[in-house]
């Protein structure tokens, strides 16, 4: 019998008191957040998402169907929901982990206790101006130069791309045709991380995640681009680790 691919990291080493699920940006791979756990103490066990199509899942076809994606993860959340859990998705990660929060609300299944959204705009209010899914390789290598989120060696490496490429085009896919679908805002608190000089993020269409809860949106602004999670590991790490749970971890219905 084959052992079932796992989506999300294994326990780090001994359990937190609760988890912290990660959803990566555009064609990241959980690496880019492991290191968060040496940072985020005890008290939050990281559980980064394994994407298929990146990372140690990269022969794996990449998914380009936000349902399919989310239905999955949800799923595999469910089953590592023995204890209260927050959400962190940055960029495409964001809107990820909001439609896995509202799959599971749907579902009557426990759902995060917080939401943590990062370099991205409301899902209600957010604006696509460029389609890269679909580019021509030369044309997406050069539009990923402009992120700055990808190392020039592997941008300059030919054949590393042709493995990355089809894990980022699925990427870039589930957030060009992103489409949203109107449900009663989520009852937890939503914290929205911003670069002060991120290109890609409006800072007025970014606080329309205030739509998708019924609390107070909390803002936090860092200095640097689309990927400033990097240069401020520690402060962000630090925000997670500290904030309060919502309350108790459990089924939230629609009203």
Known sequence: ??????WFTPAPGAAGARRLFCFPFAGSSAASFLPWQALLGT????RVALLPGRGLRLFEAPL???DELVDRL????????DRPFAFFGHSLGALVGFEVARALRRQGLPGP????????EGPQTRAVERHLHDL????????????NGTPAELLDDPEMMRLLLPGLRADFALDERYAYRAEAPLDIP?????GDRDPHVDTVRAVGW???????????????????IHSHQAAITALLAAAPAAGPVGPRPLT
Do not use: C, K, Q, W
Request: no cysteine; charged share 25%.
């Open 190 to 194: 939503f914290h929205l991380l911003l």
């Open 74 to 81: 949800a799923g595999a959340v469910a089953d590592l929901a």
């Open 113 to 120: 206790d917080v939401l943590y959204v990062s370099g991205a």
């Open 43 to 46: 008290r939050l066990e990281l």
């Open 1 to 6: 019998m084959n052992t079932p691919t796992p």
């Open 64 to 66: 380009d169907d936000m």
């Open 210 to 228: 205030a739509r998708e809860s019924t609390r107070p949106l909390h803002r936090h602004e860092y200095a640097g681009d689309h990927f400033f």
């Open 136 to 147: 021509p390789e030369a044309e997406l290598i050069d539009a990923l130069r402009d992120y």
